[in-house]
Every structure is written in C-alpha cells, then in structure tokens.
C-alpha cells in the first residue's frame, strides 16, 4: 500500500451498500495525512429503475404493472435509507478522523450503465487527488482478464489518479 500523503486531499470514495462501507471508510480514516486538509466526496451507484411498458393494455396488465412498480419503489425507497444509514455512518467515522463536516459530501448517481461508468464518469467530472474502491476478491479468471474496478479505472484514467483498492473483509 502507498503511503496515504501520495493520495491527496481530495478524496472520492465510491461506497457499496454493505457493511464492509464502513471498513473501507474506517481504513481510510485510519490513513489520512492531514484530516483537516481533506475534501471527501462519498458516493454511491444505484442501479437505475426501468419502467418498460410491454404494449399490453388490459386490466390484468394494467394491474401487474401497477404491483410491479409499488414492489419497485419500495425496494428503492428501502435501499435510499439503507444508503442514507451508511453515508451517516461514514460522516461520523470521518468526522470523529478529524476531517470537517463541511469538507465531506454526499452523492448518489444512477446515470450510468454501472459501478464501474459512475466513478469513472465522477472522476471526470469533479476534481480528485485519488479514488478509494473496495478490492473485491475476484476469481482467477477475473484477475486474467483484467475486469475488477479497479483495473478498469486503471484502463481509463492511467496515471492521473491515484486509485486506493482497499481490501475488503471476507464475509
């Protein structure tokens, strides 16, 4: 692991919806230079709902798609306070660090095809010093081909961020 100076003070750390969010964001309070230096943008991918309309206008249709999309928002609604748990969470940790409240931020996006697209397309559009992602263990095929998350912002961003893959607790 590189030191924590060589990742900067402008921080974006891509958050998952289980509890090893808290770890990833526990280990990188545990390694910050200057906790009052650092910006931290917090963000987490949802995947976006799709609302298809199949073309079958009957009332049994009507009324599935009615029950599909209450089950939907539900889920959705479930998993927007399931995020919103985390995110506090990982506030307080990096507060009590010593980073200020007003230097970490919060965002969600669901405008792209994955994970992967939606750091990537964050770190394009913000200003980061380095990107902080769980080291998911992948098999050895997934290793050959060279598709973790971290491979393919490597790919993408070579060499102008730095890209933190923490190791992520076994379950």
Known sequence: MTTSQSYGNRLLVA????PSAVSLVRTVANNLADPEQTHIT???YLLPVGWEHGGDD???AEAQRVRIEK???QNEEYAEEKEERYFDRARQ???EAGVPTTQIKTNTRWDSMDAAHAVLDELRNGSYSAVVIGQHHHNL???LLGTSM???LQKHVQNSIAIWAVPQPQP
């Open 93 to 95: 940790i990096l507060e």
């Open 15 to 18: 958050l998952s919806n289980s």
């Open 58 to 60: 009957s009332p049994e």
């Open 42 to 44: 917090l963000m987490h």
């Open 150 to 152: 971290a491979d393919f």
């Open 141 to 143: 095929l997934d290793s």
């Open 71 to 73: 089950v939907a928002r």
